[in-house]
């Protein structure tokens, strides 16, 4: 099944799996040979911490492959620019209760990130969004009751 991914993501995610695999791995690896050259493996702390982190690494490495060879990769700026919120596009929010506004992309689960203001396609405000124009209204259904924004603005950048 085919994970939606934004083309930036894709390079943070090709990024990573770089780095785990050409940096991280090899010093695993070296820290693993220092460890067992210090004698008894039972009773040795950093050949078991060596183990443990490589055993974190090769799994991230097998799942960052997995999602990168099922990725459908979108670039937000070749996507037609009809003034509807889809997958990619930055969205600016404004909140009719408090008057808060905020500003969301919306992209792939393995690329959401709230701190960054990267919110996931599945996410209850993206579902709520996904179709809508400038100006309308979109009610997001959150644990403590419904959430009207209004739609100030739509982007198609990167």
Do not use: C, W
């Not at 943070?12 to 050409?22: A, G, H």
């Not at 067992?36 to 009773?43: N, Y």
Request: aromatic share 6%.
């Amino acid at each position: 099944m085919a994970v939606p991914i934004t083309l930036h993501g894709s390079d943070e995610l090709n990024d990573e799996l770089k780095r785990l695999k050409f940096t991280a791995r090899p010093e695993v690896v070296a820290a693993i040979s220092e460890a067992r050259a210090h004698g008894d493996l039972k009773e040795n702390a950093e050949y078991h911490a060596a183990k443990e982190q490589q055993s974190f690494i090769e799994g991230r490495i097998q799942e960052l492959e997995g999602v990168l060879s099922n990725a459908q990769i979108i670039d937000p700026t070749s996507l037609p620019q009809d003034g509807r919120v889809v997958f990619g596009v930055t969205v600016e929010l404004l909140n009719i209760d408090n008057e808060d506004e905020v500003t969301y992309q919306i992209v792939g689960d393995y690329e959401s990130n709230i701190k960054l203001n990267r919110i996931s396609v599945s996410s209850p405000i993206a579902r709520a969004l996904i179709g809508k124009e400038v100006d309308d209204i979109a009610t997001v259904n959150a644990p403590s009751g419904p959430i009207e924004y209004e739609i100030v603005s739509i982007s198609y950048k990167g």
